[in-house]
C-alpha cells in the first residue's frame, strides 16, 4: 500500500481537490463548482476523487484550505487546516522552487505573494472588496451572453482594447455598460475588462510590491489567456502558468497535511455521515451572538461564533 | 432634576472612573454597559456614516446610558478629531429628544483642570476640592497599576498552561480594586496579585514570536473595537507589545512627544493624535527586533492614515513585515482572521527557516 494525502481547496466559486503520493505529485484531481454549498459540493468531490484513486493507495492525511476551510476541515477531520495565502505559496514552492512573486486571482480575492529563497517576506490580499476578480469577470460574461470558456479567445482576438474603469465593480460595470451600448465590438469590451483587471490588481494589491521575476500566475482566472497577455504587457516580463494553476492552493494543503500527518488513515467514506449546521441567536445578553453549531452523526462537535466563554448547551 | 451622570465604555477603564466618581460625589452613576452588537447599531444608526468609529462606539454607549436614566454625559475629547465629538453627540442627542447635557473634559486639545472642577462643582456643589484630589490621585494610581498588570499579561497570556488562568485572575483582581479602600489598601492589593500573576504557570520558549501593535487609541483599546485582536494573537502563542494605554496618554505622553520629536529629525509637526508616537515607536520596535508590526485603526482616522506610508517605509528598512488593518462599523470579522493567520505564518516561516 502507498501513503496518499488529500488537499481540499473550497473557495467561493469553485472546490478543488488533489491527492498526491509521497513525492508530492499529483496521482488524481479535479474541479468543480461550488454553487453555494460547500458540504454537498465536497461531498461529491471526495466520492468523485476516491473512485478515481488506484486501490493501491491509501489516504494518511487530509488539509482543508480556501473560505470554507473551518467548516469542510470538521466535516472530515482534517489534519491541517490553513488558510489560503500558505497554501498558494506551499503549492507553487514545490513546483517552482526560485519563485519570486505568485501573483493569484481567485473568485472572490485576490493575493500577492512575494517570496525570497522559498520563504514569504511579504503579501497582500483584496480589501474586502471582489473588485477584478473572478466573479466580477464571470458575472460580466453572463452580461455579455459570452461563455466564460470563451473569454479568452475573444479577448487574443481584440487589437484595441477598450479602456474601463477597474477601480470598483459597480463602476466598472456602468463603464462597460456604456462602451457596449455606445458601439464597440464584443471582443475589445472582453479585452478591456481583462485589462483592467490586470491594472485593478496591479494598483490595488500589489500596490507599493516589487514584482521581480519569476512570476507565476495562479488561481481560476489564470486560465484566461486574455488576462495573462496583459499581465505581461504591463509588467514587461515572462508570466509563468502551470498547467494545473487552479489547483495549486490545494495541491499545497495536501503538501502541508504530508508535513503535519498523525499517523490515521481516513476511509473517505464521506456518504456515510451525517453533517448538518443549525445556526442560533444566543440571548445571553444584548451582543446576541449569532453561533452556528455543527452537528455531525447527531452530536454537536463545535459551535463558533460566541464572544464570551458562556457554554453552549446543545 | 437631579443629575445621572454617564461616560464612554474604554476597556476597563470605567473602573477607576467609577470608582473616583463615586467616592467624591453623592450624584448617582450609571455605569456604561460593555459595547455588544446592538450598541455599535445604535450608534451607526445615529451616527454620520463617514465619521470614525470610536463616534459611533461611544455614541451608541451613550444611548444605552440615556435609556437606563442618565442625563448628565461627560465625553473625553482629544486631540484629534475626537475633540469635536462631544458638540456633535450632544447636537444628535438633543435631536433625538434626549433631555441631556454634554461636557467634554479636554478641549482644544488642552486639559484645563480648573475648567473641569468648574464643571464638577455644577455637577454636584458639595464636592469637596481636597477629597476630590485624593480619589483623583487613586484613581491615577488604578489606572497605572491596571496598566502594569496588562503589561505583564501581553508579554505572557499567549503562553499560559491553564486555559484563561490570566483572565480569571485579571477579573478577579479588577473587582478587588473597584473595591479598594484607600491609596495604601490599593498598592497592598496591587502587590498580592502582581505576584499571583508571576505565579500563573507559564510555558514560554526563549524564541518566541513578537509582535507590537501599534495605531490609533480608541481601536486599540477597546477590544470590541478590533474584534479582540489581542486575545487572536495570544491564541496563536505569540508575545504581544502594546504601547498606548490610558497611563501612557495621561502621564507620559506630553514630555515623551516632545523628546520624540527631537529624536525623528525628518519630522517636523505632530500631525495630530498619535501619530508622532506610532513612528517612533516603529523604530522603536524594528530596532528590538520584533518579528512584525499590525498597524490598526478606525476607518477613516486621518492622522493614522498620514503616518501609514512613514511606517511601512520605517518598517521595510529594517526589513520587518507591517500589516495595516482599518476597522469599521460592519468589517467582516472572517477576512481579518484569515488575513492575520497568514501574517502568523509569514513571520513564523521568516523566523525559523532562515
Known amino acids: 500500500m502507498n501513503d496518499a494525502y488529500l488537499g481540499i481547496d473550497i473557495g467561493s466559486i469553485s472546490t478543488k481537490g488533489v491527492i498526491i503520493d509521497k513525492d508530492n505529485k499529483i496521482i488524481t484531481s479535479l474541479y468543480i463548482w461550488t454553487e453555494g454549498n460547500p458540504v454537498k459540493a465536497v461531498t461529491k468531490l471526495v466520492n468523485k476523487l476516491k473512485e478515481q484513486l488506484p486501490s493501491n493507495y491509501i489516504i494518511k492525511g487530509i488539509g482543508t484550505t480556501g473560505s470554507a476551510r473551518k467548516l469542510i476541515g470538521l466535516l472530515l477531520d482534517a489534519n491541517v487546516v490553513k488558510n489560503e495565502i500558505t497554501s498558494h505559496a506551499v503549492g507553487t514552492l514545490s513546483l517552482y522552487p526560485n519563485v519570486k512573486t505568485i501573483l493569484e486571482i481567485g473568485g472572490q480575492d485576490s493575493k500577492i505573494i512575494l517570496i525570497n529563497n522559498g520563504i514569504i517576506t511579504d503579501y497582500a490580499m483584496n480589501t474586502l472588496c471582489a473588485a477584478g476578480t473572478g466573479s466580477f469577470l464571470s458575472s460580466q460574461a453572463k452580461r455579455l451572453g459570452v461563455d466564460i470558456n470563451d473569454f479568452s479567445e475573444y479577448a487574443l482576438k481584440s487589437c484595441n482594447p477598450v479602456k474601463i474603469a477597474a477601480r470598483c465593480t459597480v463602476f466598472a460595470e456602468s463603464d462597460l455598460i456604456h462602451k457596449a451600448q455606445s458601439g464597440y465590438q464584443k471582443e475589445d469590451i472582453i479585452a478591456g475588462l481583462c485589462k483592467s483587471i490586470v491594472l485593478n490588481y496591479l494598483n490595488n494589491v500589489g500596490k507599493g510590491k516589487k514584482i521581480m521575476g519569476p512570476i507565476v500566475f495562479q488561481g481560476g482566472v489564470s486560465k484566461n489567456k486574455g488576462v495573462v497577455k496583459y499581465f505581461k504587457e504591463v509588467l514587461k516580463k515572462d508570466i509563468i502558468v502551470d498547467q494545473n494553476s487552479h489547483l495549486l492552493g490545494a495541491l499545497g494543503i495536501a503538501i502541508l497535511s504530508k508535513k503535519y500527518q498523525i499517523n490515521k488513515t481516513y476511509n473517505l467514506d464521506i456518504n456515510s455521515i451525517s453533517f448538518e449546521t443549525k445556526p442560533m441567536e444566543c440571548m445571553g445578553c444584548s451582543n446576541n451572538c449569532e453561533i452556528l453549531r455543527i452537528y455531525k452523526n447527531g452530536k454537536m462537535i463545535d459551535a463558533w461564533g460566541n464572544r464570551c466563554n458562556k457554554v453552549i448547551k446543545l | ?354
Open chain 2, 1 to 354: 432634576m437631579d443629575k445621572v451622570i454617564s461616560f464612554p465604555k474604554l476597556d476597563n477603564y470605567d473602573i477607576p472612573a467609577f470608582y473616583v466618581l463615586s467616592h467624591i460625589s453623592s450624584l448617582k452613576i450609571i455605569k456604561p454597559s460593555k459595547i455588544t452588537s446592538k450598541t455599535i447599531e445604535l450608534g451607526s444608526k445615529y451616527s454620520p456614516e463617514f465619521v470614525c468609529t470610536p463616534f459611533k462606539y461611544t455614541l451608541g454607549t451613550f444611548i444605552e446610558s440615556i435609556e437606563k436614566g442618565a442625563n448628565t454625559l461627560i465625553q473625553f475629547g482629544g486631540g484629534c478629531r475626537y475633540g469635536y465629538y462631544g458638540e456633535l453627540q450632544e447636537q444628535i442627542l438633543k435631536d433625538l429628544d434626549y433631555p441631556i447635557t454634554l461636557d467634554s473634559l479636554i478641549i482644544g486639545g488642552k486639559t484645563d483642570i480648573k475648567r473641569i472642577i468648574k464643571i464638577m462643582k455644577s455637577y454636584d456643589p458639595s464636592i469637596k476640592l481636597f477629597k476630590s484630589i485624593y480619589y483623583t490621585l487613586i484613581g491615577i494610581q488604578m489606572i497605572k497599576y491596571m496598566d502594569r498588570i496588562d503589561d505583564y499579561i501581553r508579554l505572557n497570556i499567549g503562553f499560559e498552561i491553564n486555559k484563561d488562568s490570566f483572565i480569571n485572575l485579571k477579573e478577579e483582581m479588577l473587582n478587588d480594586f473597584s473595591h479598594a479602600k484607600g491609596l495604601i489598601n490599593l498598592h497592598r492589593l496591587y502587590r498580592k496579585y502582581y505576584k499571583r500573576f508571576k505565579k500563573i504557570p507559564i510555558n514560554k520558549p526563549k524564541d518566541c514570536l513578537k509582535i507590537g501593535i501599534i495605531g490609533e487609541l480608541y481601536t486599540l483599546m477597546e477590544p470590541s473595537s478590533n474584534y479582540e485582536i489581542e486575545k487572536d494573537l495570544a491564541s496563536h502563542h505569540i508575545q504581544i507589545k502594546r504601547y498606548t494605554n490610558v497611563s501612557y496618554l495621561l502621564l507620559k505622553k506630553r514630555k515623551l512627544v516632545k523628546k520624540y520629536l527631537k529624536k525623528l529629525k525628518n519630522i517636523k509637526y505632530r500631525m495630530g493624535a498619535d501619530a508622532v508616537d506610532n513612528i517612533y515607536h516603529t523604530k522603536e520596535l524594528c530596532k528590538k527586533h520584533y518579528d512584525g508590526i499590525i498597524h490598526i485603526k478606525s476607518s477613516f482616522c486621518t492622522p493614522e492614515i498620514a503616518v501609514m506610508p512613514i511606517i511601512n517605509k520605517i518598517a521595510k528598512e529594517n526589513n520587518v513585515p507591517v500589516i495595516f488593518f482599518s476597522f469599521d462599523t460592519n468589517t467582516s470579522e472572517v477576512g481579518i482572521k484569515t488575513r492575520l493567520e497568514a501574517f502568523y505564518d509569514m513571520l513564523e516561516m521568516r523566523k525559523y527557516n532562515e
